[in-house]
């Protein structure tokens, strides 16, 4: 299989799928251009080895054509972060695109619009509401068919295909895996920055160095449950805290006041539980709790068992003692994986825990351990901490980290290597 490094992109056209997804203001100002510059080392490796590129992006999810969703807006920023005048087509196929990719040089770079204002692209019939089943299976069949020609027609730009677009590895999208098929497997390869992604959670899930702990956070049981019964196969430590703590703690006769609880996941979190013993795993749960009258972060607090929450009080964050649990088991590990707050990091007064977290995986991290972070909030803490630099992997994706770590095929990376 070709790489980024192997494969001479001279006089080759170049298809890059890439994740350009940033979020804008109400001027349409970019606010964070992190995803743009993660696609920089693949974008200008293709200009260095003298090939041009085409540039395919969604941004945001338009039901059609609406300015506010255009890659017009971003155009500025991305030819200044590339240092070339990036082209522009105002629409991703048709004629005007067509002929500007045909007509691209050595060195030019062809940003296309929304891919999203097409309907071809996800492969979802718009449908206004109410419609009948048999007008959807007619839509989804028409839809099918045209996909094709949307996705023919991008891939007839190019001659390789390159995907560095993590952020949607997870969708079967015209642009993210469909188009493969366009391209011979010496044709199609991964960006620099998928390329990482899959290297770096590869590591922490079949290549591990024990011991290997996961630290799952967050609000929820019930949006990581099947994270968690896949990481009860591999980890030999599971931290799970957050808000999901009230929900084990409740599911075992422990008093949660008025703490973050799923009364429907009772049953769920002895199963984990009972699991976890099965499988050897240790499963460490927060024991106590820095507890608030109200959910802010100007609430008066205290400290108190997970098990004991007075009525009126809530947890929003973990305790000293199971700070110093949780770290203990952190610094004596070799693979760390975190996902997931343990606290309402959001608040400066509740995010002690987090930070202590942040702070055994980076001590960990200088003493050779491997250590990915990945999962929105989690990335926010360690960026809040000033941390980002001192972990050994920071991931850039959402949902597609999510369903590698469930132990998922991402078909945005089965296109490109066949698993
Ligand atoms: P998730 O999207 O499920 O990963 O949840 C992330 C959110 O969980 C963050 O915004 C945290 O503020 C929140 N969170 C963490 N701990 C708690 C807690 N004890 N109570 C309520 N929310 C929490």
């Keep these: 299989m070709q790489t980024m490094d192997s494969f001479n992109f001279a006089d080759r056209k170049a298809f890059v799928r890439v994740d350009f997804n940033v979020p804008l203001d109400e001027n349409f100002s970019i606010t964070d251009d992190t995803r743009i510059r993660a696609a920089v080392p693949t974008l200008k490796k293709i200009l260095k080895d003298g090939g041009c590129a085409v540039i395919g992006s969604h941004l945001g999810r338009p039901k ?128 620099y920055l998928l390329q990482n992604e899959i290297v770096a959670v590869e590591k922490v899930m079949n290549e591990t160095e024990r011991p290997f702990t996961a630290i799952m956070g967050g609000s929820k049981v019930s949006s990581k449950i099947e994270i968690i019964k896949n990481l009860l196969d591999r980890v030999d430590n599971l931290i799970l805290a957050g808000g999901m703590t009230y929900t084990f703690a409740k599911a075992f006769g422990g008093k949660i006041g008025g703490s973050i609880v799923e009364d429907d996941k009772l049953d769920l979190a002895r199963e984990l539980v009972a699991l976890a013993a099965e499988k050897g795993v240790n499963l460490v749960l927060a024991s106590d709790a820095k507890i608030a009258d109200s959910f802010s972060n100007d609430a008066a607090t205290g400290f108190a068992s997970v098990n004991e929450i007075p009525d009126g009080w809530e947890g929003l964050d973990i305790g000293p003692e199971s700070e110093k649990a949780f770290a203990e088991v952190i610094k004596k590990s070799r693979t760390i994986l975190w996902n997931g707050p343990v606290g309402v990091f959001e608040f400066d007064n509740f995010d002690r825990g987090s930070r202590a977290v942040s702070d055994a995986i980076v001590d960990a991290t200088g003493k050779g351990a491997f250590s990915l972070v990945g999962g929105g909030d989690s990335v926010a803490c360690v960026n809040k901490f000033g941390q980002a630099g001192e972990v050994s992997y920071v991931s850039t994706g959402g949902g597609a980290l999510l369903e590698m770590i469930e132990g998922k095929v991402l078909p945005g990376i089965k296109a490109i290597r066949g698993y």
């Design 64 to 191: 059609g054509f609406a300015d506010r969703f255009s890659l017009r807006h971003i155009l500025p920023r991305v030819s200044e972060l590339l240092g070339v005048d990036v082209l522009f087509a105002g629409d991703c196929v048709g004629e005007e695109a067509g002929t500007m990719a045909a007509a691209l040089r050595p060195g030019e770079v062809l940003l296309l619009e929304n891919l999203r204002f097409h309907a071809e692209e996800e492969g979802k019939p718009r449908l206004e509401a109410g419609a009948g089943e048999e007008e959807t299976n007619r839509a989804k069949k028409a839809l099918k068919e045209s996909q094709k020609e949307f996705t023919a027609k991008l891939a007839s730009y190019a001659d390789v295909y390159v995907n560095d677009a993590f952020g949607t590895a997870h969708r079967a999208h015209a642009s993210t895996a469909l188009i493969a098929e366009f391209f011979d497997t010496e044709h199609r390869l991964f960006g």
